[in-house]
């Protein structure tokens, strides 16, 4: 797709969520810089009419900003060359009955744009094409069925001729799958499964690999007791990169289902794994699975950011994920090689750490604390003083890469938990979770449930570390101004220096912010835009109106503070200089 890639590089124009192929969240922009960046002022505001958790953020390419909405996924089409008026609005038409089975908000991660289209993938699973100038559809096709509890949030990856989808749905049994349509009218190109058979998961037993060895045969199943996988999650909701020299996609698979290890003996592969399949063919090259055998609902979805640095004098590709589980991956991206495994967290506590001795029979396998093992505990036994909880030392939130600092930018989570797996049996449609959790700060520590970290990715080490009341769950944004920018769940719009972080700008937006920071400029003037919406997992009480403490997976306790600072309301606000 090479008009795509040509607007990807132009930083006028922020045309992909993930600000380009490589997940970096990086611009090159400088106008808005650590000297300036104090003066920023809200330039205009957009108020998407949509109340529930605003995450994403919008495109620009050309003069038009393409937006969404959480459920009921609407686009708007603004002309930045007419003071941001209306072009088109584009309103699905969705079953509200899609709401219940959405585990963690109706969230969406955004839309897409390719080849003069726009790309929705909407919360009922269906994937529409819209006409970038006006708005009609051009064709649309059903990748799930949410009355088995298949939904969608993530965003779509238009990468050659094809747009590749994910789905939702590990808490209700889904089997997770990765889809890819032809961008020219919609049709199947290809479907590869997380866990099944080797024709469904797209595996080759000799010539995939995990951990540099061939997977084997029956790789999908046989590692799971019975046909357990045929509702095994494993589900696909998280961000798509690539490398179109390789030939190749990234991605991560969610936890196994249900939440109750006890019913799901095994390692269950291959839920938990990143993943490296042909863009063409979705075979794949190699897999790497870092949580065998999940107990704690440390879902592997996180971006994958790709990177060339130097390791002991050889440029090499890497591939550098920070997963829920707390450890901070850096691999070789072409091969599958494990090269850096490090709590990213000095929280983390159910692991000691990753064997990194090829030699070793568990090569590669995290060292479990037995204290914190929530199934050696046994079903309705309370587990307590996880670290990190459920929802991660880092959960969905992109993280942002910069290529003249070498450091990530990474928003985190600072939250512990108590874990009681119970037993639960499988009915289509209704939750499979299997597990009741609290959620409080990490204790013994700053008090705050969240960091916003610079972490190096060759020393596995953290350069330093910005405490924060509650978790970061906004997608971070660096530039080549040195600043890297993120908001927080109170509200604010933070901007701070890539090399120490100090903090050099702030300002409070009508509501908190899990969105993702983006930029562009238009008429020479730079711009950082930012959706507010509380909600998500985080914000899910607020979000739906949730009271009990256990309910929202727990999360509902544990951000009960979030009430004193913010409330609902979807927002886009943008920044400038002054004149
Ligand atoms: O297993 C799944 O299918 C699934 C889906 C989603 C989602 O689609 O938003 C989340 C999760 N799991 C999840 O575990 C999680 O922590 C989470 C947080 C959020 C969010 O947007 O704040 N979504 C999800």
């Known amino acids: 797709n090479d008009g795509l890639v040509a607007d990807m590089a132009n930083p006028n124009q922020w045309a992909i969520q993930t600000g380009d192929y490589k997940n970096q969240r990086f ?44 459920f009921p996924n609407i686009v708007y089409a603004l002309d930045l060359a007419n003071e941001g008026k209306i072009k088109w ?9 899609v709401i219940p089975v959405m585990c963690c908000d109706t969230v969406n991660r955004g839309v897409a744009y390719a080849e003069g289209k726009i790309f929705l993938h909407q919360a009922d699973t269906t994937v529409v094409a819209l006409n970038a100038d006006t708005g009609a559809v051009e064709w649309s096709v059903v990748n799930g069925d949410p009355s088995i509890g298949e939904t969608n949030t993530a965003t779509v990856l238009p990468v050659k001729d094809k747009v590749i989808v994910g789905i939702s749905g590990g ?36 010539n995939t690999t995990h951990l540099g060895q061939p997977v084997g045969a029956d790789s999908g199943t046989n590692t799971w007791e019975g046909d357990q996988w045929m509702i095994g999650g494993g589900t696909t909701w998280g961000w798509y990169s690539a490398d179109l020299e390789e030939n190749l996609m990234y991605y991560g698979t969610g936890n196994p289902s249900t939440w109750n290890p006890a019913q799901r003996p095994g390692d269950n592969r291959w839920s938990m794994t990143i993943m490296a399949r042909d863009i063409d063919t979705g075979m794949a090259k190699w897999f790497y699975q870092m949580t065998p055998h ?27 994920h920070f997963d829920r589980n707390g450890l901070a991956y850096t691999m070789d991206r072409v091969s599958g090689e494990l090269l850096v495994a490090e709590k990213y967290d000095p929280a983390v506590n159910w692991t000691t750490g990753v064997d990194m001795d090829p030699a070793s029979e568990t090569y590669g396998r995290p060292a479990v604390v037995a204290q914190y093992s929530t ?41 512990c938990m108590d874990y009681e797996p119970f037993r639960v049996s499988y009915t289509a449609g209704q939750p499979y979770v299997g597990a009741t959790l609290a959620m409080y700060p990490a204790p013994d520590s700053h008090g705050g449930m969240g960091n916003f970290i610079a972490w190096d990715n060759i020393n596995g080490e953290i350069e330093w570390s910005i405490p924060e009341q509650f978790s970061v769950w906004s997608g971070a944004l660096a530039t080549a101004g040195d600043v890297v920018f993120y908001g927080t769940l109170e ?48 914000g899910i009480g607020l979000a739906a109106g949730l009271t009990n ?28 200089l002054p004149n």
Not at 89 to 95: A, F, S
Not at 315 to 320: A, F, Q, S
Not at 492 to 520: C, H, Q, W
């Open 294 to 320: 999940d107990e704690w609902d440390y879902d592997g979805i996180n971006e994958m950011i790709l990177t060339e640095q130097e390791i002991d004098g050889v440029e090499r590709k890497l591939l550098t």
């Open 171 to 206: 808490e209700f049994g889904v089997r997770g799958s990765v889809t890819a349509y032809n961008i020219a009218d919609g049709s199947l190109a290809w479907r590869a499964y997380s866990m099944g058979p080797d024709s469904d998961i797209l595996a080759d037993p000799e």
């Open 89 to 97: 609005k584009y309103e699905p038409k969705q079953d509200p009955n």
């Open 27 to 70: 611009s090159q922009l400088d106008q808005i810089n650590a000297e300036n960046v104090g003066d920023l002022q809200v330039a205009w505001t957009f108020s998407t009419g949509v109340l529930r958790g605003h995450e994403g953020s919008p495109l620009v390419v050309g003069d038009t900003m393409y937006l969404h909405t959480p």
């Open 375 to 415: 199934e050696q505990n046994g079903e309705d036994v309370n587990s307590t003083g996880i670290c990190p909880a459920a929802l991660g030392t880092k959960d969905q939130q992109p993280a942002a890469y910069s290529p003249e600092t070498e450091l990530f930018y990474v928003p985190t989570n600072h939250v």
């Open 491 to 538: 509200g604010y719009l933070k901007a701070v220096s890539t090399t120490d972080g100090t903090e050099l700008y702030r300002f409070k937006t009508p509501s908190g912010i899990i969105g993702n920071v983006m930029t562009y400029m238009h008429d020479d003037k730079q711009y950082i835009g930012i959706l507010s919406g509380i909600g998500g997992w985080a």
């Open 549 to 576: 403490p256990n309910d929202g997976l727990g999360a509902v306790g544990g951000y009960a503070a979030l009430s004193d600072y913010t409330a609902l309301g979807g927002q886009l606000t943008v920044f400038s």
